[in-house]
């Protein structure tokens, strides 16, 4: 006797014997992120206690997600890297080459080389092309000494972390260069954001397409005979989901831009700012990116070739290269995607301090690397999610800018943002001991 089930995915004969499932196991949430959603959530409340409510302002809120943008961009490329077990200690200084060779092409190179005039259209695009080759080319050539010269990871990026910095430095002779093109400068966040109505707009739809995505999941499962959630869990998925959103967008529009700054904005045009006029800045070009890079590092993990061939070499390399998977080759792809992902967010540092400097990008290594690690990717390889290296950023970001506005001296942060990789580390060996266990 077989038992059925309804689309609902309740069985219609339920063994008598069968335990009943919990509230969580119907919901079928993972509670390894749930319990990063968690501490995320406690460490604002902490912080917003202790700075008599000011962590969770809109401007706070605001600010402290246009800062994450930048790690939390390469912290989806190390996922993979780690995942396929190595390791990259050279993305902030990558991303200080990166930077300096997008700032010489807009203010050096087009403009007195090529005649191309300042505020050109042409200029931002053709400096986000040169950082990409760049990146590609630098994250390739390191992973080709990995992969088919089998030089260990740490050594080839340990140097190139001592290279690329200093390659930055010759490149702009220690200056600092900007500012940068006006264009360019709309990825950095705060220059360049959609605005209240187009925000709303954006909003609306991703809940649309969410919920699309959650009704279309559901439907393939019930198609294929798979075991689907409860219609109720279901319901409140989708509606915890489309708080989350709206609830962002709300929180980013209640963000006003300050008045000073409109009446600027008004006397460039050469009008005259209305009485009683406001303007929030809503939802900034740099967190789309973020969100539509989010998206497509996710569907090539899940979806395509690629990523599963990324996921299975770090799972078990030796069989995987049995199976015919050139591991090699496979090495240089990754590295070359780190690469490329270490010049957008250069993009978005660069432009959201305005210029290049020397320092851009210092330790942005250890911030990377330290995301991946708190948001569930296994230095051991084999596992990692895009949206736990996100949630990774999101914190660690969270308990530097608190600790920032609290007072705490650089380098206790410092000694703090180590302690909690290493107690993140510990939970994530102790949470997998356990899962095993059960298994």
């Known amino acids: 006797m077989t038992d059925t089930t309804t689309e609902t995915g ?14 969580l196991s119907q919901l079928e949430i993972d509670t390894r992120l749930l319990g990063m959603i968690g501490a995320f959530i406690l460490v604002c409340l902490v912080f917003n206690v202790l700075t008599d409510g000011r962590f969770l302002t809109p401007r706070n809120i605001f600010n402290l997600t246009i800062q994450t943008v930048s790690v939390a961009i390469m912290a989806t490329g190390m996922v993979f890297v780690i995942v396929t077990r190595h390791i990259d200690l050279s993305v902030g200084a990558m991303l200080a080459t990166c930077s300096a060779a ?18 050109h259209p042409m200029i931002p695009w053709i400096a986000i092309i040169v950082g990409l080759l760049f990146g590609t080319i630098i994250g390739a050539f390191q992973g080709w ?44 966040g705060i220059n ?46 989708g509606l915890i989901i489309a708080v989350g959103i709206l609830g962002f967008v709300a929180i980013l529009n209640a963000y006003e831009v300050p008045t000073a700054r409109l009446m600027r904005e008004f006397k460039a045009r050469g009008d005259v ?56 080759l496979l090495t240089v792809k990754v590295f070359a995607l780190m690469g490329a992902l270490v010049a957008l967010s250069a993009v978005v540092a660069s432009a959201r301090l305005t210029n290049h400097s020397n320092d851009i990008g210092t330790l942005d290594e250890l911030r990377v690397i330290a995301a991946a690690v708190i948001g569930g990717t296994a230095l051991a390889g084999g596992i ?46 102790v949470y997998r001991r356990r899962m095993g266990g059960k298994s």
């Open 384 to 429: 990692g999610t895009i949206h736990g290296a996100i949630l990774g950023a999101l914190i660690m970001q969270s308990l530097q800018s608190g600790m920032a506005m609290v007072g705490v001296d650089a380098p206790l942060q410092n000694i703090v943002v180590g302690a909690v990789l290493v107690f993140a580390v510990w939970i994530d060996i």
């Open 192 to 237: 360049g954001t959609l605005g209240e109505t187009w925000s709303w707009v954006v909003g609306l739809i991703a809940v649309v397409l969410a919920l699309w995505a959650l009704w279309s999941s559901r439907r393939n499962k019930v198609n294929h005979g798979f075991h689907v959630k409860p219609v109720w869990a279901e319901v409140l998925v």
């Open 273 to 328: 700012m209305p009485e009683g006029y406001t303007a929030s800045y809503g939802i900034p070009y740099s967190v789309l990116l973020l969100i539509a890079l989010a998206i497509g590092m996710t569907v090539m993990a899940k979806r395509t070739r690629l990523g599963r061939y990324i996921f299975a070499t770090g799972g078990n390399p030796d069989a995987a290269e049995l199976s015919g998977i050139n591991t090699r």
């Open 145 to 188: 000494l990995i992969g088919f010269l089998t030089i260990p990871a740490f050594i080839v990026t340990l140097g190139g972390l001592l290279i690329w910095r200093n390659v930055a430095w010759y490149m702009t002779d220690g200056q600092t260069i900007g500012p940068l093109d006006e264009t360019f400068r709309k990825f950095g």
């Open 102 to 119: 997008m700032a010489m092409t807009q203010t050096d190179i087009l403009p007195r080389m090529l005649g191309m005039g300042l505020g």
């Open 10 to 23: 309740a069985d219609v004969h339920p063994s008598p014997t069968a335990p009943k499932r919990s509230f």
